[in-house]
Structure formats: C-alpha cells, structure tokens
C-alpha cells in the first residue's frame, strides 16, 4: 500500500460518522463549565449533562469539552435532552419500554511536521493522523446500560514504525456494563469490562487524547456519589493493542489499582475549592528480562477557583521496587495557577505552572526517579520533548479569548534538572542517553503556543507550535534544538 494513502477501514467509518442532525446546545443557554459548580439532579435538557449529585468537573468522569460533550463519551446522557425536544437524529432512540440507543462519533484530522523530533538532529518527518471512533450507548433502563466503542487510528507515513495507538485498522476501544442506583443524594455504581478511566491529577493520570487512540483498561471500577463528597475504587488491566483488527489483547501484567476520592472543602454554590486524595498502585513492565516497575503513588490534589484565581495544586509521593529491584523513593510537585486580569474583551489571564519531580538516587541507593505514571500528553507538550522526571520547569504565559469561540494561549518553560548525575528526560521516562556524564543543570527552553477555534458545537479547529531551544547540557551530549507543530480538526456527533 502506498504511504501517501489511509488504509479502506476508516473511510467506511466515515461515512457513518457525519450524520447530518441539528445541533444539540444551545450557546445562549449554556453555562461555561468552570460555572457549574453544585450536581444536576436530573439529565441536562440543552445539554447532555448526566445526572449526578457530585459536581461534574469534579466528577472523574474526564475532561468536559464544552456545551455538555465529554472526551470520554460514555459519560454524556443524552435522555434530558430527549425529552425536553432538543435532541439531535440517533441520540436517545426509543427502543420500546424505558430503553434508549445514542450513538456518538469523532473523526479528528492532524497534519503534525516534526524538526529534529527527540532533538536528533536531521530527525524531521511530516506525517497526516487520522482518528476515526464510533460509539453506542444502550440505556435499558435507569439503572442499567451498556456502552461499546470502536475506533481506527491511521497515518501516512513511517506507518511500519508507527505505535498500535497511531495506527490501527480497527480495535474495540471500550465495552462495558455500568450497573447503578440512586437513593436521594447518594449515587453508587459499577462499571464492568474494557473502558476509559482518567480520575486523577493530570500529570498523572489521563486517557492520551494525543494519539490517534485513547488509553483504555480492562476491570472494574466502583463509585460513590454524594452531594459534597465522592470516593471510586478501581482494579484494572491494561489494553494491549495491536496494530491489525481486532488484535487488541488484556494485558495482565500491567496493572492499575487504588482509589480515589474528592471533597467540596468550600461553602456555598459559588466556585467551589475541591480536596482530593488518591492513591494509585502500577506495576509496568518493561521486557520480558528487566522486570516490573512496582509502585505506589499517594498524594493529594488541592484545586479550584477563588475570586478571579485558579489553582490547581497536587503532591505526589512514590514508593515501591523499580524494574532492577531497588526501593523507589521519589516525589513530584505540580502547581498550576492563573488569575483573570479582565472579563471583558479579549479576556486575558496570567498563567503559570511550577513542576518538580525528583530523579536520580539517594545514599541508600534507592532509586529517585518520578515515574508520571499515565500523565496527559499535553500538559508539558505534544512533542514530548520534556518528561515530569528529574525536572525543574517554571512556566509562566498568558491566555486570551478574542472571540466567544477562540482561544488562543503563550507560555515560555524555563527547564533545569535537580539531579546533576541522572539524566534529563523526555515524555515517558525516555533518557537522553549521555546527559547523565554532563556537567551542569539547564536543559532549555520551551515555548508553547496553541490556539482553538470552535466553528459549530460540534466542529473545533486547533493549531499548537513547540519548539524546545536546548541548554547547557543536552548540547554538550550532542542533541540539537528541536520543534514540533500541528494543525487538526475535530468533529464530535
């Protein structure tokens, strides 16, 4: 097959996935999501907000994408819109008695150029990404449903050497039963088979909405919902996916387990402030001869919104064996803040994010490096050029909105790494090899600007340039400034 062309699979998807239907919110009547503050005791009516006594952004369903959509599909209930006459074709289909089928799509479009990718030198490459996912949600009745979920991922180049989560002919990404019960303000469930989780700290845990495939598990995961509080206790397997279809297999070595909880700490319905703990345990591994990364991670998240700042404040603290049998002993913190300068115009805010996550080993010879575990792609860039491991970044910038439906933000990263003797690290744990014999601590800069323009409620279009000047030391061990750039859009149904 030629490199310049996508495999048939999803151009066969395609034409399920853009139906024409009459958008479902209405941006009059939607409130931003950093607004909704207190749980809907019903389904949404403009919007397919779930039922749900907790706060949704505080929920650990995901990331909310606007006018109710949520990355992870699954997550939306499209009956309140249903009912109020405000649905859309094939969402929230009557099947006879209480049963309901809504059916959901994605197709997202990327034309990503990379100069210098891993900051090798004349490593460049340009390269079309395709994400393809089509999904049903069966709601037999309020207390039990099924949701199963396929997607293809393809690109048109380097297609041999291209991660099973880039290119994919086709792979059942989520199936599973979530069975629940509501009694006045306590909501408890169980989801049950393959499905996305993100509960967590970003820098931590998330579904890797870069790839052309979503990061999905394989167990079960138990919640409990209240008006001010909430806990979930999860035991999961990971995905193992293959690159043909349908070659997708349970990895049972990888493991994640723990729990997770959040509690409103703020009075009142106005912006709330929300504590959370966690605790996860992982067991990686990495070969079949190195062994299992072993490990425990407790720690807390403090965030929210006061006045005209927000924070988002987590403390991170691992224990364990690493893959060759020394005890970890390791932290990481993670402070994101802002503060809106005006709420009016262009509405710009002042950003900033602090990041320490150790590296190396200590006297006992225990091993130091921060293990970020599932962190989202994004949050220290798509070009994982840096990696939350043996890392000193303070990052301050500046966001604007200059239309209702635009964003556009700017920050500068100054990196240095805290161990002298480890090396610096890009996105999952991958050592720049040689830096660990370099003398000094700064690694670079990297700048980040990224914008978005959402042309309908179903319709964005999103742009992001990176381009790391390196330091001191990644120059002295031979490795060259790099960037990476993309453009893409995205239609959800």
């Given at each position: 097959?030629s490199s310049a062309?996508?495999?048939l699979?999803?151009t066969?998807l395609l034409t399920?996935?853009?139906?024409h239907?009459?958008?479902a919110s209405d941006?009059?009547?939607d409130?931003?999501p950093?607004t909704r503050?207190v ?9 397919p907000t779930?039922?749900?006594p907790y706060?949704?952004m505080a ?12 990355a ?9 819109v249903?009912?109020a ?5 094939l ?6 008695g209480?049963?309901?089928l809504?059916?959901s799509?994605?197709v ?9 990718a891993?900051?090798v030198?004349?490593?460049d490459m ?6 393809a996912v089509i999904?049903a ?5 309020p ?5 199963g ?7 048109d180049?380097r ?5 099973a989560?880039f290119?994919n002919d086709l792979?059942l ?6 069975i ?11 989801i049950i088979?393959?499905q ?5 700290p970003?820098?931590?845990i998330?579904?890797?909405d ?6 999905s ?6 919640y409990l919902?209240g ?10 397997r ?10 997708e ?7 994640l387990q723990g729990?997770?909880a959040s509690?409103v700490v703020?009075?009142?319905?106005g ?6 703990p966690f ?7 990495a070969g079949?001869?190195?062994?299992l ?6 720690g807390a ?13 987590t ?9 060759d049998g020394r005890?970890?002993?390791a ?7 802002s503060?809106?300068?005006s709420d009016?115009?262009?509405k710009?805010?002042l950003?900033?994010?602090i990041d320490l996550?150790?590296g ?8 130091q490096?921060?293990?970020p575990l599932?962190?989202s ?11 939350l491991?043996?890392l000193l970044?303070?990052a ?7 239309t209702?439906r ?7 990263a100054?990196?240095?790494?805290l161990?002298?003797?480890d090396?610096?690290?890009g996105g999952?744990?991958?050592p720049y090899?040689g830096t660990e014999?370099i003398a ?7 700048a980040?600007?990224?914008g978005?323009w959402?042309a309908t ?7 992001n340039?990176?381009h ?5 030391v990644?120059?002295r061990?031979g490795?060259?400034s790099?960037?990476?750039g993309y453009l893409?859009a995205?239609y959800?149904y």
């Amino acid at each position: 097959m030629s490199s310049a062309k996508f495999h048939l699979v999803p151009t066969a998807l395609l034409t399920l996935l853009l139906p024409h239907a009459a958008h479902a919110s209405d941006p009059a009547r939607d409130s931003p999501p950093h607004t909704r503050c207190v749980g809907a005791p019903e389904a949404g009516t403009w919007t397919p907000t779930p039922a749900d006594p907790y706060p949704l952004m505080a929920a650990g369903w995901g990331p909310e994408l606007g006018g109710g959509m949520m990355a992870s599909r699954w997550v939306e209930d499209w009956s309140g819109v249903k009912a109020a006459g405000h649905a859309p074709a094939l969402k929230a289909i009557p099947l006879g008695g209480t049963a309901r089928l809504s059916l959901s799509s994605e197709v997202r479009l990327r034309y990503a150029t990379w100069n210098n990718a891993q900051l090798v030198r004349a490593n460049d490459m340009h390269q079309a990404q395709l994400r393809a996912v089509i999904g049903a949600d069966l709601r037999l009745d309020p207390h039990v449903r099924v949701f199963g979920e396929l997607g293809t991922g393809q690109v048109d180049r380097r297609q041999d050497s291209a991660a099973a989560n880039f290119q994919n002919d086709l792979s059942l990404q989520q199936l599973f039963v979530d069975i629940r019960a509501a009694a006045g303000e306590t909501l408890a469930g169980a989801i049950i088979g393959r499905q996305e989780f993100s509960d967590g700290p970003r820098q931590l845990i998330s579904l890797s909405d870069g790839p052309d495939l979503h990061r999905s598990w394989n167990g079960v995961r138990l919640y409990l919902h209240g008006a001010r509080h909430r806990i979930g206790v999860f035991d999961l397997r990971a995905t193992r996916l293959g690159r043909n279809g349908f070659d997708e297999t349970v990895d049972h070595r990888e493991t994640l387990q723990g729990f997770t909880a959040s509690f409103v700490v703020s009075p009142g319905e106005g912006p709330n402030t929300y504590l959370e703990p966690f605790w996860f345990h992982t067991r990686n591994p990495a070969g079949r001869t190195a062994g299992l990364d072993d490990r425990n991670t407790f720690g807390a998240r403090l965030w929210g919104r006061i006045g005209k700042a927000r924070f988002d404040w987590t403390a991170a603290r691992q224990t364990g064996r690493a893959i060759d049998g020394r005890s970890v002993d390791a932290w990481g913190l993670f402070a994101v803040q802002s503060l809106e300068l005006s709420d009016t115009g262009w509405k710009p805010r002042l950003t900033s994010h602090i990041d320490l996550a150790t590296g190396g080993a200590d006297d006992t010879g225990s091993v130091q490096d921060f293990n970020p575990l599932y962190a989202s792609s994004n949050y220290l860039g798509e070009s994982q050029f840096l990696g939350l491991t043996n890392l000193l970044l303070f990052a301050p910038g500046v966001a604007l909105a200059p239309t209702a439906r635009t964003t556009l933000s700017f920050e500068y990263a100054y990196a240095r790494r805290l161990q002298e003797s480890d090396a610096v690290y890009g996105g999952g744990m991958r050592p720049y090899v040689g830096t660990e014999a370099i003398a000094g601590q700064s690694i670079g800069g990297l700048a980040r600007l990224s914008g978005t323009w959402s042309a309908t409620p179903n319709l964005s279009l999103s742009l992001n340039f990176e381009h790391l000047d390196a330091g001191t030391v990644l120059e002295r061990a031979g490795y060259a400034s790099g960037s990476y750039g993309y453009l893409s859009a995205t239609y959800r149904y």
